[in-house]
DNA sequence: CTAGGGTTAG
């Protein structure tokens, strides 16, 4: 291993001008804290004291319960004299830190003359603790200048830095620090790498970091498992676990939080059973991490009923269970149930957090429930002092303008004073389509259009409000402007899941063996639409498919749900999802009205990654039609 | 004495 020196930390030399980059803190301005005085049961006894002397090694700091345990234990080691001993000072640094008392441990820490590796990793690892990435990074850099030697525990420690404030530059140069001068402890390094750059969705150089390791261990496997899941590969993340295991590497709850990640962002309910099945079988308690993991999968997978159950099952819930569980049945079209379960939270004495409110938004403006959900909007930051961010904004626009209260949601628009985003314009835009709103369409696009010139989904959405008000020449326009950008849209595409099994259709696809079938039950439930009154909206299909394909499309096609569905649904893609029991993935607002009219089972609209349940007569969204 | 992987929204 090599020693750093001034002479080779030369940033021209060693390609570490980062350093300089760093922002400098004055150590110097070093606060004396005076003891605080030791209530009565936090008192150690100087026997106590004098073991430690004895044993070194007995982590003393780490029995401290409390701060003031702390200070009472440095005072005592001082009064003992013991504190030259480099040991024991960095022990007492280590229990300030862990107690977050910054100000004490870098006191303490200045006053140690001669550091050593520990008390600078030690103390490097307090601030990243703390979250205090700048005070982190500058005794970093005094440690790299230091000429002491560079330690194994202290690159996972600044790496980390990196991974939580998505720093990828910063995390690049820190690798060439670790090829330059070893891995030193080669797993934790390379786990810690993975991670970020997975976090900084720089999946490539995760996966070549991945694959280039000589030796992997059960950390390493679960970093590459959340990295896949992170950037939106979960097919591949399940594909890693089973790997992991052929390999002979046990999983332990940590990994199966990922593999559960991974299986909730899949949204394959089969593929969420064998993970649950696993689970048991394996006997992993369910801790409140794991058991929120569970409910969110299965509520995404479309099961809010075993969510249900495994919610009930979680012993010490907190904030994040609760809104997992209300945002659930906000996505299953349930808002009053979200609205209940709040109050039922808030009974249990959780208190709420700025993601606990943009789920009960999201639920309420889901369900129609537009006075409850302004009541929540305000709640929020009367009683929370939770100040609304623009996700917050956009429920809200989102709740007025599925209402048609198109005016309100510009309005509030007009008097936010948060950056918008192209997520609330389009919520707006989407009101704009469902009440036939032109002009304000033409509005908005504009300044989303600003925002994200190549999303083909907001030129779609613009064009098909053209063509609900027969405005072809602007509809040819636009695709004009596509054509002319450069700007595809990429074909919808549809995928059942029937008997453990999914089937992927993409629009007039007939290589699927069961084509005919299919086909003929479109065709049954296509004539059953027609008799509930249902007239089939041709414009819709304008984008994707040509003019003397639509009618035969919509009415003779098998896709003809899918396609339907296909085109209504999220712009761009969103996966749409029709199976046996007549789950349906798309659009709940346009579609739910007459897929309920279809069937009297149960239906379940998937729309963004969100599930709405929907019966017969029982149509949660009928506030809109 | 010090180091890597975990839950909600986006």
Not at 75 to 101: E, K, P
Not at 148 to 169: A, E, F, G, M, S
Not at 376 to 383: A, R, T
Request: proline fraction near 2%; aromatic fraction near 8%.
């Amino acid at each position: 291993m090599l020693k750093f020196t001034r002479q080779n930390l030369d940033p021209s030399n060693h390609g570490l001008r980062f350093l300089s980059r760093l922002q400098s803190t004055d150590h110097n301005q070093i606060l004396q804290q005076p003891f605080s005085s030791p209530d009565s049961d936090s008192h150690i006894k100087e026997t106590e004291i004098s073991q430690f002397s004895e044993t070194l090694d007995l982590k003393f700091s780490r029995k401290c319960k409390n701060l003031a345990q702390v200070h009472q234990v440095h005072a005592q080691v001082i009064v003992n004299g013991l504190i030259r001993d480099l040991s024991f000072a960095n022990n007492i640094l280590y229990g300030y830190t862990l107690h977050r008392a910054l100000q004490s441990a870098s006191t303490l820490f200045c006053g140690i003359s001669e550091k050593n590796a520990v008390s600078w990793s030690v103390m490097i690892g307090g601030y990243a603790k703390a979250d205090d990435y700048v005070n982190c990074y500058s005794t970093f850099r005094e440690y790299m200048r230091s000429g002491d030697r560079l330690d194994n525990y202290t690159l996972p420690v600044v790496i980390r830095v990196c991974r939580n404030t998505r720093d990828l530059q910063l995390g690049r140069l820190l690798h060439c620090v670790v090829h330059k001068f070893g891995f030193g402890s080669y797993l934790f390094v390379a786990a810690v790498l993975v991670d970020m750059y997975a976090k900084c969705k720089a999946i490539g150089d995760a996966a070549r970091l991945f694959d280039e390791m000589p030796k992997r261990d059960l950390v390493s496997w679960t970093v590459m498992i959340g990295a896949c899941t992170e950037c939106g590969n979960p097919e591949k993340a399940l594909d890693l676990f089973d790997r992991m295991r052929q390999e002979g590497v046990m999983p332990d709850k940590v990994a199966m939080v990922n593999v559960v990640n991974a299986s909730a962002k899949l949204g394959v309910m089969h593929k969420a059973k064998i993970v649950d099945n696993y689970i048991q079988k394996m006997r992993f308690s369910l801790d409140v991490v794991l058991g929120t993991a569970l409910v969110d999968m299965h509520a995404k997978c479309g099961s809010i009923e075993l969510a249900r159950e495994i919610f009930g099952r979680i012993r010490e819930k907190n904030v994040i269970s609760w809104s997992t569980m209300i945002a659930a049945h906000g996505y299953h079209g349930e808002g009053q149930k979200a609205l209940d379960l709040f109050h039922l939270m808030l009974k249990n004495g959780i208190l709420p957090n700025n993601i606990t409110f943009i789920s009960l938004l999201y639920a309420c403006s889901h369900s129609g429930l537009v006075e409850e959900g302004l009541n929540i909007f305000s709640l929020m930051q009367e009683e929370y002092g939770v100040r609304p961010d623009v996700k917050h904004f956009t429920c809200v626009v989102d709740l007025f303008g599925r209402a048609g209260k198109l005016d309100q949601a510009v309005t509030l628009i007009e008097d936010m004073d948060i950056e918008k985003d192209a997520g609330l314009w389009g919520a707006l835009l989407g009101a704009c389509r469902i009440h036939g709103h032109v002009e304000l369409a033409e509005k908005v696009a504009e300044s989303l259009l600003e925002l994200q010139p190549q999303n083909a989904g907001h030129y779609v959405l613009l064009s098909n409000i053209y063509a609900k008000a027969g405005r072809w020449k602007e509809v040819a326009k636009i695709r004009e402007l596509m054509t002319h950008q450069r700007i595809k849209k990429i074909p919808g595409w549809t995928w059942t899941e029937v008997d453990n099994k999914i089937h992927k259709f993409s629009v007039g696809d007939h290589t699927h063996p069961l084509s005919e079938e299919i086909y003929e039950e479109l065709k049954c439930l296509s004539e059953k639409l027609e008799l509930a009154g249902y007239v089939p909206d041709t414009n819709f299909v304008l984008h994707d498919i040509d003019e003397e394909l639509k009618l035969g499309l919509l009415h003779t096609h098998s896709e003809k749900l899918a396609i339907v569905f296909g085109l209504i649904s999220t712009p761009e893609g969103t996966p749409i999802r029709i199976t046996k029991n007549l789950r349906v993935c798309g659009d709940c607002h346009t579609f739910t009205k007459f897929v309920s009219l279809v069937t009297n089972r149960l239906v379940v609209v998937r729309d963004a990654n969100r599930f709405h349940h929907f019966k017969e007569g029982a149509c949660s969204c009928r506030d809109y039609w």
